[in-house]
C-alpha cells in the first residue's frame, strides 16, 4: 500500500499539471496544435492510472483544452469520477470540469444523480456548496425531478451560504421541472424575509425572474416587495424590486400610486446612476406603455414630473461625456418617443449632434430617434445632414443602414412629411451613386412608387431617369456595384411609361438598346425590352408629325439592328418579349415602307394611363341582384357522415373550417376602433383617396362600373431645375418658399390689423411657425369631407378666416346702417365714442339636431376713455339661442372677459345654439359698459345677421357625381335672374365662390354649374348663365330660396 | 438573467468562459469568435454596450483583457458593469493586484470566484467580503487536504 502511493507520487512528479501546460503551450506558438495533441495522449494515460490525484490534475488540464475549444467530451466519465473523489480538492475540479463540458444531452449525467444528492447532503458546506454551483450549470430536467425535494430542503438549511445557492438554483429547478414551483413557493416566499441580506436578494433574484415570464401570479407578493424596497439599502436588491414592480403595474395600476413616493425619493437620493436609470426606465418606460395610458398620465402627474421633465433628465444623460450614460439616454429616450413624441422631438439639435458621435452605437441609436422626430418642417434638414454621414460613413453596414433610414423616414406614413418631391426625387437619384450598396431595388421601388403616385413629379422623374439610363456605366461599370443596378428597372419602367414626359426619347430609347445592357441581370433586361418598345411608340409617333419620313424608318432600323442581342437571351422573359418585339417592329417596318403611317396604331399598344383605384372602389360595384354571397355555393357535406368515418381527436382541430367564417365574433366595438384607425391612417395618407360623402350617396344608386372613381392626383410643379439635380438646393428653395410665404402671411397680417382687426393677429404673430403653417409646394388635392379634424385644421382654419371676412364686411355696413337708424341713442352716449362689435360666424358644430355656431366679436375703442364692465346680451329668438353659463337665467347677459383701454381692440367668442339652418336670423343684442371716467352705465345696441350663406361649406364636386344628383330628382328647383348686373363672368362666378361658398364645378362657355354644401348636408346646385339667370337646386326649397335672395342681394350692392 | 460572461485577451485569446444557458458546444465557439471579433474591433472611446442578436452585450476592459457579458434585453447594463467590476475586484483582492497571467495560470481559481459570486447568471451576494471569505475557507480545506499527502511524498522522496 505505502509503496503505490510513494508511486504514484513519483510519477505525479513527473506528470505535467496544469501550470506546465499552459507554459508548453505558450512555448509552441508556432506547432500549438501539435503540442497539443501530444499532451492530449498524455491526459489520456495519466487517466487510466487509478491515482485520484493523477485523474484529477488530467481534469484540470482537459478543462484547460475545453476552454481552447478543444473536444474532451470522450473524458466525461472520467471527469464523473472525479467529482465523486471524497476530497473536497478533486470534488471541485470534478465539478468546474462539470459544468464546463456537460451539457444536457452528455449521457452520464443520469449517473451522477445519486453523487449529487450525497454531496448536498455533505455535513461539510463547502461541498453543498460546489455541488450547487455545478448542478446550476449542467441541470437536466431528470436531475431537476429528482432532486428539487433535496434542494428545497436546503432552502432552510443552517447556514445562509448553503440556503441562498439552494434559493438561486431553484430558479434553474422551476425552468427544468416546472411542477416543482407550486411546493417551493411558500418556501420561497418565507426567504425574501430571511435574515440573511445574501439570502434575502437571492429570493428577490428569483422571483423578479418567475414574475418576469408571469407577472399575474405574483401579485400577491406586492406588499412584501413593498416593504422590501421601503427598507432596503442594497441597490442591487432595489434595481431588481423595481424590475419587479415594472413588470407588476401593469397588472394592478393602484399600485402605480403606490410606488411614486418611494421611487420619487429614489431618483432623489440616489447617487447611483444604475439604480437611476432603472426607476427612470420603469417610472417612464416599463410603465408609460401603450395599454395603460392613464396610469402613465397619473404617474407623471404625481410625480409632477411630466414627461419633459423626464425627457430633460435624459438630455443630461445624453450630454454626459460618458459614452455609456449616452447611449442609455437615447436608449430610454427612443422608447419615450413612442409615447411622447412631442416631447422629444424639442431635443432635435442633440439627437443630430449623436450622429457625429465615434461611436456607431451611439449613431445607430440616434438613427432611430430620427425616425420618429421628422416633420415637414425639419425633413429636409435632417436628411441633408445625414446625406453628409453617407459621405463620411466608412464601412458599408452603417452605410446601407443610413440609406434605409432615410428612405425610412421619407416614406413614412406614405410621405407625409415630403413637402417636395423633386427634393426627394433628386435624394433618391444621388443615392444611386452610393459604392456597394445592397438597397438599389429599395430605392427603384422608392422611386417607381413616387413616380405613379405623384403625377406632377413626372416630369422631373423621368428627365431624372433618362439621365440615369444615359449614366448607367457609372452605375454597372463595377461588379461590386450590382446591387444598385436595380435602379435601372425602376429608370427604364419609368421613362417608357412616362415616355410622353421625355425631351429626347430618341436619345434614351438608343441607350436602351446598347449592347453593354445584355450584361444586366435578366428582369432588368425584360424591362429595358418592353420599355425600349413604348418608347419607339413615342418617337415614332414625333417622327411621323414631321415631313422626313426617313426618320422614322431609321428608328425602326435601329430596333431591327439591337434587339437580336436580346433574342439571344439567356433568360426566357428576356428572349419572349424582344422577339415578339422585333417582328412587330419588322411588320411595322414594312408598313413603313408602303408608306402607311403607323405612329397612331404603335402607341395605342401601349396607351391608356396605369391608374391607383380608389380603394372602396369595389364595394360600389353593386351586388347583382339574386347573388347572396353568403349562400353557399355548393351545400357543404352533411358533416355527420364524415365525422363518423374520422376519428375525433384529428378531427377537432380542423372543426372550424367547417362553420363559416364566424364573422359575428368581430364585435361592433372593434369594428369601430378598427375603423377609426384606419380612417386615421387615410387621413394621414394624401394619397388615398377620400370618397365625398355626397357622390357617395349618388354612387350607390347608379349601377355600372363606369362611375368608379378613379383618383386624381394633381400637383404643381413650380420649378424645373436642369441637369442632375443636387438636393441641397431643394433645400435652399424650400427655405424661400418658406419665407416668402411667411412674408406674405404677415403682409396679410398687416392689412388685417390696418383692418382694425389686431385682436386677431395674434395667433400669427408667434415667431416660430407652426407645422401647420408649412404648406406643401406640391399641394395635393384631396377630395374631401371627411378628412378628421386634425389634418384639415388648416383647410378650416382658411375657410373661416374668409368667411369671417365676408361676414364682417357684411356687418360693417350693416352696422353703419345701423348707427344710423338708431343714431339718436347712441350720439347720446358720448360725443364720439363709439364701439364697433363684428360678429363673425366663426366655428360651426354639430351637435346633435341643434347646431352651435361660435359668433367672435371684436371690440374696439374709438373714443379715449377707458371702457370696462362690458356686458353682451342678445334677446334669444326660437331657433337661435345664445348659449349661458348653467345657472344664469335666459336673459343674462355675459360679461366680456376684457376691459378695454382707448384705441385698442379685442376679440370676444360667443356660442349659439341654433336648430334651423334653412332660414335667416337676425338678433336684436345690446352691449352695455362703464366709462371709467364718468363711472356711468352706458348702451350700445346691435343686430347680429345669421345669413343662410353662412351655413354653407365651400365643398369640391366632381362633375359626374355633380351630374348624378341632379338626376337623382330629389332637389328641389328655383331660379332668379339678377338684374343689372354689368361684370365679366368670371368675376361673377368669383364672386359668387367668395361670398357664398360656392365652389366651380364645371364651366362650359357660357355656363357654369356650381355646387356647396349646407352643415347639415343639403347640397346646394347652381346652373349661372352669362345673361346672369341662376337656374338652382337644392333638396330644401326654403334654403334654396333664403340663399338665392342672398346671392341677389350682394349683386344688388355693387 | 446574464446568459454568459467572456474574459478574453487584446490578441483574441479566450481567457474564461462561463455560460448560464445550455448552448451547443458548436454555437458556444460560433459566438465567441463573432463577438470577440466585435468587440476588438472597438475603439476605446465607445460605449460599453451592443446589441447583438437578441442579446445585450456589456464589456469593459481592464488593461489588455476583456471581460465582456451577455444580458437580457430587459436587464439593466449599468448593473451589469457593476458586476464586470465587482468581478475584477474580487480577482484582485485574491490574486493581490491581478494580471492577466495570473487568471492564466491559475484559471480553475478564477472560475472558482466566479462561481461563488455569480450563479446560474444572477448574483450570488452582493457583499464582497462574505464571497472571499467562502473562497478562502474553500481554500483552506483544499489545503488541508493536500498537506497530508505532501508529507508523504517527502517520505517517498526521502
Given at each position: 500500500m505505502a509503496l503505490k502511493i510513494v508511486k504514484g507520487s513519483i510519477d505525479r512528479m513527473f506528470d505535467k499539471n496544469l501550470q506546465d501546460l499552459v507554459r508548453g503551450i505558450r512555448n509552441h506558438k508556432e506547432d500549438e496544435a501539435k503540442y497539443i495533441s501530444t499532451c492530449i495522449d498524455e491526459i489520456k494515460q495519466e487517466l487510466k492510472q487509478d491515482n485520484i490525484?493523477?485523474?484529477?490534475n488530467a481534469v484540470c488540464k482537459l478543462t484547460y483544452l475545453q476552454m481552447l475549444g478543444y473536444d474532451v467530451s470522450w473524458a466525461a466519465f472520467n471527469i464523473v469520477e472525479v467529482m465523486s473523489s471524497s476530497k473536497f480538492t478533486y470534488k471541485r475540479i470534478g465539478y468546474l470540469a462539470a459544468s464546463q463540458c456537460f451539457h444536457e444531452s452528455t449521457d452520464v449525467i443520469m449517473l451522477t444523480t445519486n453523487q449529487i444528492r450525497k454531496d448536498l447532503s455533505s455535513p461539510n458546506q463547502y461541498d453543498t456548496g460546489v455541488a450547487l454551483t455545478g448542478l446550476s450549470c449542467f441541470v437536466t430536467?431528470?436531475?431537476?425531478?429528482?432532486?428539487?425535494?433535496?434542494?428545497?430542503t436546503l432552502m432552510s438549511h443552517t447556514k445562509p451560504y448553503i440556503r441562498k445557492k439552494a434559493v438561486l438554483i431553484m430558479y434553474k429547478v422551476f425552468l427544468k421541472y416546472p411542477e416543482s414551483l407550486r411546493p417551493a413557493f411558500p418556501r420561497l416566499k418565507e426567504k425574501l424575509e430571511d435574515p440573511d441580506p445574501g439570502v434575502q436578494s437571492a429570493a428577490v433574484n428569483v422571483i423578479c425572474e418567475l414574475a418576469r415570464r408571469n407577472p399575474k401570479n405574483y401579485l400577491s407578493l406586492a406588499p412584501l416587495f413593498f416593504k422590501l424596497m421601503t427598507s432596503s439599502t442594497n441597490n442591487w436588491v432595489l434595481i431588481k424590486i423595481i424590475k419587479l414592480f415594472g413588470a407588476l403595474t401593469p397588472l394592478e395600476p393602484r399600485l402605480g400610486k403606490k410606488l411614486i413616493e418611494p421611487l420619487t425619493n429614489l431618483i432623489h437620493s440616489t447617487s447611483a446612476m444604475s439604480l437611476l436609470y432603472e426607476c427612470v426606465n420603469t417610472v417612464y418606460i416599463d410603465v408609460n406603455t401603450p395599454p395603460l395610458p392613464s396610469l402613465s398620465l397619473s404617474l407623471c402627474l404625481y410625480l409632477s414630473l411630466p414627461p419633459q421633465l423626464c425627457v430633460q433628465k435624459l438630455r443630461i444623460l445624453i450630454e454626459d461625456s460618458d459614452q455609456n450614460l449616452k447611449y442609455l439616454g437615447l436608449l430610454a429616450m427612443s422608447k419615450i418617443l413612442k409615447t411622447h413624441p412631442k416631447s422629444v422631438q424639442s431635443h432635435k439639435d442633440l439627437i443630430l449632434q449623436c450622429l457625429d458621435d465615434k461611436d456607431e452605437s451611439i449613431r445607430l441609436r440616434a438613427l432611430d430617434l430620427l425616425y420618429g422626430m421628422v416633420s415637414k418642417k425639419n425633413l429636409m434638414e435632417i436628411v441633408k445632414k445625414l446625406m453628409l454621414h453617407v459621405d463620411k460613413a466608412e464601412g458599408t453596414t452603417y452605410r446601407d443602414e443610413l440609406l434605409t433610414k432615410i428612405i425610412d423616414i421619407c416614406s413614412q406614413s406614405n410621405y407625409q412629411y415630403i413637402t417636395n418631391f423633386e427634393w426627394y426625387i433628386s435624394i433618391l437619384v444621388e443615392l444611386t451613386r452610393l459604392e456597394g450598396t445592397r438597397h438599389g431595388h429599395l430605392i427603384a421601388s422608392q422611386m417607381l412608387d413616387v413616380a405613379i403616385r405623384v403625377k406632377a413629379i413626372r416630369g422631373f422623374a423621368v428627365a431624372q431617369m433618362a439621365t440615369l439610363l444615359d449614366n448607367a456605366h457609372l452605375l454597372t461599370g463595377n461588379m461590386q456595384r450590382m446591387g444598385i443596378c436595380e435602379v435601372l428597372y425602376a429608370a427604364a419602367w419609368i421613362c417608357g411609361e412616362f415616355s410622353e414626359h421625355l425631351e429626347n426619347p430618341m436619345q434614351t430609347l438608343e441607350a436602351m438598346l446598347r449592347p453593354k445592357v445584355a450584361t444586366l441581370p435578366g428582369h432588368i433586361q425584360a424591362v429595358y425590352v418592353q420599355n425600349a418598345a413604348k418608347l419607339f411608340a413615342t418617337v415614332l409617333k414625333s417622327q411621323e408629325g414631321n415631313t422626313d419620313s426617313t426618320a422614322a424608318q431609321e428608328t425602326s432600323q435601329l430596333m431591327i439592328d439591337r434587339l437580336p442581342l436580346f433574342v439571344q437571351s439567356a433568360n426566357l422573359e428576356v428572349q419572349e418579349r424582344a422577339s415578339c418585339i422585333l417582328q412587330l417592329v419588322k411588320y411595322i417596318q414594312k408598313l413603313q415602307q408602303k408608306d402607311v403611317e403607323v405612329a397612331e396604331e404603335v402607341s395605342a399598344l401601349f396607351a391608356g394611363e396605369l391608374n391607383p383605384v380608389a380603394p372602396k372602389a369595389q364595394k360600389k360595384v353593386p351586388v347583382p341582384?339574386?347573388?347572396?354571397?353568403?349562400?353557399?355555393?355548393?351545400?357543404?357535406?352533411?358533416?355527420?357522415?364524415?365525422e363518423d368515418e374520422q376519428p375525433k381527436a384529428i378531427f377537432a382541430k380542423e372543426e372550424p373550417k367547417h362553420s363559416r367564417p364566424r364573422r359575428e365574433e368581430v364585435d361592433e366595438k372593434e369594428l369601430a376602433k378598427r375603423r377609426e384607425a384606419r380612417k386615421q391612417e387615410q387621413a394621414n395618407n394624401p394619397f388615398y383617396i377620400k370618397a365625398s360623402p355626397s357622390s357617395q350617396k349618388v354612387y350607390q344608386e347608379a349601377p355600372g362600373v363606369e362611375h368608379i372613381p378613379v383618383v386624381q392626383i394633381d400637383?404643381?410643379?413650380?420649378?424645373?431645375v436642369p441637369g442632375l439635380p443636387m438636393s441641397d438646393q431643394y433645400v435652399k428653395l424650400e427655405e424661400e418658399r418658406r419665407q416668402k410665404e411667411r412674408a406674405e402671411k404677415k403682409k396679410k397680417e398687416k392689412k388685417k390689423r390696418k383692418e382694425k382687426r389686431s385682436g386677431r393677429g395674434k395667433k400669427h404673430d408667434s415667431g416660430p411657425e407652426s407645422e401647420e403653417d408649412i404648406t406643401p409646394a406640391h399641394q395635393v388635392d384631396i377630395v374631401t369631407e371627411e378628412m378628421p379634424e386634425k389634418s384639415s385644421k388648416h383647410k378650416k382654419k382658411k375657410q373661416k378666416k374668409e368667411k369671417e371676412e365676408k361676414e364682417k364686411k357684411k356687418k360693417k355696413k350693416h352696422h353703419h346702417h345701423h348707427h344710423h337708424s338708431d343714431g339718436g341713442g347712441e350720439e347720446a352716449v358720448q360725443n364720439g365714442t363709439v364701439e364697433e362689435e363684428e360678429p363673425l360666424l366663426t366655428s360651426l358644430k354639430n351637435k346633435s339636431s341643434t347646431y352651435q355656431v361660435v359668433v367672435s366679436v371684436i371690440f374696439e375703442n374709438k373714443c379715449d376713455s377707458f371702457l370696462k364692465s362690458m356686458e353682451f346680451n342678445v334677446l334669444d329668438s326660437l331657433n337661435s339661442k345664445l348659449q349661458r353659463p348653467?345657472?344664469?337665467?335666459?336673459?343674462?347677459?355675459?360679461?366680456?372677459?376684457f376691459q378695454l383701454p382707448p384705441g385698442v381692440s379685442n376679440e370676444a367668442r360667443f356660442v349659439f345654439t341654433v336648430q334651423s339652418i334653412i332660414m335667416p336670423q337676425k338678433l336684436k343684442g345690446t352691449l352695455t359698459f362703464i366709462v371709467k371716467d364718468s363711472s356711468t352705465h352706458e348702451k350700445l345696441d346691435f343686430k347680429l345677421h345669421f345669413t343662410c350663406t353662412s351655413y354653407l361649406i365651400t365643398t369640391p364636386c366632381y362633375s359626374d357625381a355633380f351630374a348624378k344628383l341632379l338626376e337623382s330628382g330629389d332637389l328641389k328647383c328655383s331660379s332668379v335672374r339678377l338684374e343689372g348686373v354689368n361684370m365679366p363672368f368670371h368675376h361673377l362666378l368669383a364672386r359668387i365662390c367668395f361670398h357664398h361658398h360656392f365652389s366651380v364645378v364645371e364651366r362650359i362657355d357660357s355656363c357654369a354649374s356650381m355646387y356647396s354644401r349646407s352643415i347639415q348636408g343639403h347640397h346646394v346646385c347652381l346652373l349661372v348663365k352669362v345673361t346672369v339667370s341662376i337656374d338652382a337646386k337644392c333638396d330644401e326649397p326654403t334654403l334654396l330660396g333664403n340663399v338665392l335672395d342672398e346671392i341677389k342681394q350682394t349683386f344688388s350692392q355693387c | 438573467m446574464m446568459h454568459f460572461m467572456l474574459l478574453f485577451s487584446r490578441q483574441g485569446k479566450l481567457r474564461l468562459q462561463k455560460w448560464y444557458t445550455a448552448t451547443a458546444e458548436r454555437d458556444k465557439k460560433k459566438m465567441v469568435r463573432e463577438l470577440m471579433q466585435i468587440v476588438l474591433a472597438r475603439k476605446p472611446k465607445m460605449c460599453s454596450f451592443l446589441e447583438w442578436r437578441d442579446l445585450k452585450i456589456v464589456y469593459k476592459r481592464y488593461a489588455s483583457l476583456y471581460f465582456c457579458c451577455a444580458i437580457e434585453e430587459q436587464d439593466n447594463e449599468l448593473i451589469t458593469l457593476e458586476v464586470i467590476h465587482r468581478f475584477v475586484e474580487l480577482l484582485d483582492k485574491y490574486f493581490g493586484s491581478v494580471?492577466?497571467?495570473?487568471?492564466?495560470?491559475?484559471?480553475?481559481?478564477?472560475?472558482?470566484?466566479?462561481?461563488?459570486?455569480?450563479m446560474g447568471g444572477e448574483i450570488q451576494d452582493t457583499s464582497k467580503k462574505s464571497v472571499l471569505k467562502a473562497i478562502e475557507q474553500a481554500d483552506l480545506l483544499q489545503e488541508e487536504d493536500e498537506s497530508p499527502r505532501s508529507v508523504l511524498e517527502e517520505m517517498g522522496l526521502a
Open positions: 490525484a493523477v485523474k484529477a430536467p431528470d436531475l431537476a425531478r429528482d432532486l428539487a425535494n433535496d434542494i428545497m341582384e339574386g347573388l347572396d354571397l353568403d349562400s353557399w355555393i355548393n351545400e357543404p357535406p352533411s358533416e355527420s357522415e364524415s400637383l404643381s410643379v413650380p420649378l424645373k348653467e345657472g344664469s337665467g335666459p336673459h343674462d347677459g355675459l360679461t366680456v372677459p | 494580471c492577466e497571467l495570473d487568471i492564466i495560470f491559475n484559471f480553475e481559481k478564477a472560475y472558482f470566484i466566479l462561481d461563488e459570486f455569480l
